[in-house]
């Protein structure tokens, strides 16, 4: 198969590791030149490096603003257009309100919420403009999780509202932007291998109580780019994926 987004530019938050380098991978896969964007520039630049010449690595903090801002000019000024933004920069720890340190409850507000609305807010005059060009589309996918579904127990209190709160917003998103022909999709993982699961106590019981085990990074990576790449006349608004076995 040919390479379906040839001549495009994707930025990818969170790429330096799990779903995000993985989808940064596909997406290089599938002929975009990729943005990089994350902390941990050692681990961008080795990625960079394996996807040739075309990758630009961009230090950031989603939790900035400004450097979130400056990091989308960035993008533009390196590469002249940008067509699908992933905002897939993510944190989540889970324990029970009455153990749970404030901090953690902001951190995961920062990141999956504030992080999202700077990437986006920054991304969208781009992803505007370049849906007016000959390729006549671009895309905003956002990685959620089954907690921006449902609320599958008590330890997921405030990593679940965080991510309802992106399903919200990127539905109004998709009320507004579908007439300028940017698609805005959603994809809401169970659980996947990634450093944020591993040790954690909900994976590790289902890595045990699972015979197929956890879904790879690889498998949410194929989610968006199976949705970045349809026919412009249709946009898919949400996948929703799970390891086979895993009930909640
Ligand atoms: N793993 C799962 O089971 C699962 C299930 C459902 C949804 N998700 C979602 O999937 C997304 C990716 O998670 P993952 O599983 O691939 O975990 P991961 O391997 O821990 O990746 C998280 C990524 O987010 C980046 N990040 C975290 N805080 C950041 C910040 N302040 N600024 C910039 N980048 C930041 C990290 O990069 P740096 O540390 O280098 O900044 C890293 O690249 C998240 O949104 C997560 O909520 C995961």
Do not use: C
């Amino acid at each position: 198969m040919g390479a379906r987004l040839d001549g495009t530019v994707a930025v990818v938050t969170g790429a330096s590791s799990g779903i995000g380098e993985a989808t940064a991978r596909a997406l290089a896969g599938e002929g975009a030149r990729v943005a990089l964007l994350a902390r941990r520039r050692d681990r961008l630049e080795a990625l960079a490096g394996e996807l040739g010449g075309e990758a630009s690595v961009h230090e950031v903090d989603v939790a900035d603003d400004d450097a979130v801002a400056r990091a989308i000019e960035d993008v533009v000024a390196r590469h002249g257009r940008l067509d699908v933004l992933v905002n897939n920069a993510g944190y989540g720890s889970m324990s029970p309100a009455t153990e749970s340190a404030l901090s953690e409850w902001r951190t995961m507000v920062d990141v999956n919420v504030t992080g999202v609305l700077a990437t986006t807010h920054a991304a969208l005059g781009h992803l505007q403009r370049a849906a007016t060009g000959e390729r006549g589309i671009a895309d905003v996918v956002t990685v959620s999780s089954v907690a921006g579904r449902k609320v599958a127990g008590p330890a997921v209190n405030v990593y679940a509202a965080t991510k309802h709160a992106v399903g919200a917003f990127s539905e109004a998103l998709r009320q507004e932007l579908g007439a300028d022909h940017v698609r805005v999709g959603l994809v809401e993982p169970g659980l996947v291998r990634s450093e944020l699961t591993e040790g954690g106590d909900l994976a590790r019981q289902a890595e045990a109580e699972l015979e197929l085990g956890l879904m790879e990074a690889a498998d949410i990576a194929d989610a968006i780019v199976y949705m970045v790449t349809r026919p412009r006349r249709m946009a898919v608004n949400e996948i929703l994926v799970r390891p086979t076995e895993q009930t909640r």
